[in-house]
């Protein structure tokens, strides 16, 4: 199997068979068969050694081992009990699986619901939805009853979203359902989407489309075109009759004359598009193209940054320019200000300043940190970068040795040197927040090691 590597300019690497996108400063990695979690700069706070954990949704990790699941904390300390099978923290509760039946505890481990479910769904808005003896319920975070989903109606999957859910009737058409369990007696919609910050659309039985408000009021119908789906922002993905597609805002406004071959759903502030020459490009909440559709390929804005192709190789760039060259063989769409790349088969972790996320090893002592300093001006790779020289603090230095490394800063090609350099302390002063926050937290990390080490006062 091709390791997946994290990499340190030199010194020690640490490979792994795949690793996971970041989510809540922690990030899941995979090795020999068995999976652990790496923090913010790399260090293993979850050795690799359990059979089985989900994606890190929150500060607490669910494990398995022996297949028997558990949680702990970010730094691998046990919370609770085992149970036969577990669901993510979300909104400060998890399911929980126990003789066959489930229930939820809270980040505490204790049990606040007891597990009497035959099935269950996380919470959403504080309610949830349970199955018990064949009746469709949903309840609070009390255990508490709220109101049993009518007879006539099944549910579809949905979770409370603005104070709605749609359902399915046995016609196989939709119903809007508020949180007393009251239907909103409108017309049963051939389709309703989820709500999504404030505004859901539907398909009406002769085929019209409409959005509706936050208050289940229609702010829009038509015939013209179809809704086929709703990004952030209120605004919506429409297909014409001729096959094209396009957005509108939630009054039914079109955002752009401009027709494309296919559009996404709308992230960070823009729409992903492709148009009828298969080229890529993103589109503004105002409707204005960023530079055309000119990419191979194309990724969603996350963190106020997306991945683009041209050719065969893969670059980032944010709003308004490029952050990294076209140099990384795969590139993934950030995650808690990280992205997954691929360069000469080496797979690893990259910033939002488009710099690799080194690896602490903590055996050995060793730990990469961004530079802050112009030492010279030199060409990588066509690009003309800075390297940075820094000799980090005496008191730290007392504790650990610091490997040699450095940052790339591109500069822009229409200014000239003298201009970028000007620029520069803008780039330094993030740097500088950056490396702060890994010094707290090192220091943070020492300090709980030592306390466990001393064990508890007698």
């Not at 823009?270 to 055309?292: D, P």
């Not at 003298?418 to 803008?426: S, T």
């Amino acid at each position: 199997m091709e390791k997946r590597e994290l990499i340190g300019v030199k010194g020690k690497v640490i490979a792994y068979d795949k690793i996971y996108p970041y989510v809540e400063h922690l990030a899941k990695v995979y090795i020999n068969g068995k999976y652990g979690f790496i923090n913010d700069i790399g260090i293993e706070v979850i050795k690799p050694i359990y059979d089985n954990a989900h994606d890190s949704s929150s500060s607490i990790v669910a494990l398995e081992k022996n297949n028997k699941w558990f949680f702990t904390d970010k730094r691998g300390k046990r919370i609770g009990r085992e149970y036969e099978d577990v669901k993510d923290f979300h909104e400060g509760v998890a399911a929980v699986k126990e003789n066959g039946k489930w229930g939820f505890i809270d980040s505490n481990g204790k049990k606040v619901i007891k597990c009497v479910f035959d099935s269950v769904r996380d919470f959403h808005e504080g309610i949830a939805h349970v199955t018990y003896q064949g009746l469709e319920i949903y309840i609070n975070k009390f255990g508490e009853r709220i109101f049993v989903l009518s007879s006539d109606y099944y549910h579809d999957g949905s979770d409370f979203q603005d104070g709605y859910i749609h359902a399915k009737t046995k016609f196989d058409d939709f119903v809007i359902i508020n949180k007393e369990g009251h239907n909103l007696n409108y017309p049963h919609f051939k389709y309703v989407s989820d709500y999504k910050d404030g505004y859901c659309y539907a398909t009406l039985q002769g085929d019209s489309s409409c959005i509706l408000d936050k208050d289940g009021k229609v702010t829009f119908i038509t015939s013209d075109f179809k809704i086929i789906g709703i990004g952030e922002n209120g605004i919506f993905q429409i297909k014409y009759p001729d096959g094209m597609e396009s957005y509108i805002d939630f009054n039914g406004t079109i955002l752009t004359n401009k027709k494309y071959k296919k559009v996404y759903p709308f992230k960070n502030n823009h729409g992903r598009v492709q148009a009828e020459n298969l080229k890529y490009g993103f589109i503004s909440a105002k409707g204005f193209e960023n530079e055309g559709c000119i990419y191979d390929d194309a990724k969603d804005y996350r963190d106020g940054l997306a991945p683009v192709k041209i050719g065969n190789k893969w670059a980032y760039r944010n709003h308004y320019n490029f952050i990294t060259p076209f140099k990384y063989d795969d590139a993934n769409e950030f995650s808690s200000n990280r992205a997954i790349v691929t360069m000469d088969n080496h797979q690893f972790y990259i910033d939002i300043v488009g710099m690799p996320t080194y690896v602490r090893n903590k055996k050995e002592e060793e730990i990469y940190f961004y530079k802050e300093s112009i030492a010279s001006i030199t060409e990588v790779e066509g690009v003309e970068i800075p390297l940075f020289d820094k000799t980090i603090s005496p008191d730290y230095l007392k504790e650990r040795s610091v490997s040699e490394y450095r940052t790339i800063y591109t500069f822009d090609e229409e200014k000239s040197k003298e201009d970028n350099l000007k620029e520069y302390p803008k780039y330094v002063k993030k740097i500088n927040e950056i490396e702060q926050i890994l010094l707290e937290n090192i220091a943070l990390e020492d300090k709980e090691d030592l306390n466990q080490e001393k064990g508890p006062k007698k």
